[in-house]
Nanobody, 119 residues
């Protein structure tokens, strides 16, 4: 069973920075896509960024140029560096891992970490 443990959320002022970390257990880390999603009150959960095991990245338009996703396969950890934060970035951020051994996809979620950006 895969477990994802997130850390790094908190309260920051507009224009500030935070770095989120997500450590994954399990031995399939090299055949995964890992990402960060967020959910603001009253809104649907949305993709923020994801990264394949080979290092290919994908970002939501709203965070391009401000957020950077990276991963350390040796540590089974994915990071989200968030710069130039805005109040609209306030949300619960969830780490996600998709394991694709074949045509199947197994999806796992972290418990979520709150990010609050004050104006």
């Amino acid at each position: 069973q895969v477990q994802l443990v997130e850390s790094g959320g908190g309260l920051v002022q507009t224009g500030g920075s935070l770095r989120l970390s997500c450590a994954a257990s399990g031995s399939m880390f090299s055949r995964t896509v890992m990402g960060w999603y967020r959910q603001a009150p009253g809104k649907q959960r949305e993709l923020v960024a994801d990264i394949t095991s080979g290092g290919s990245t994908n970002y939501a338009d709203s965070v391009k140029g401000r957020f950077t996703i990276s991963r350390d396969n040796a540590k089974n950890t994915v990071y989200l560096q968030m710069n130039s934060l805005k109040p609209e970035d306030t949300a619960v951020y969830y780490c996600n891992l998709d394991y694709k051994p074949d045509i199947r996809t197994f999806r796992y979620w972290g418990q979520g970490t709150q990010v609050t950006v004050s104006s």
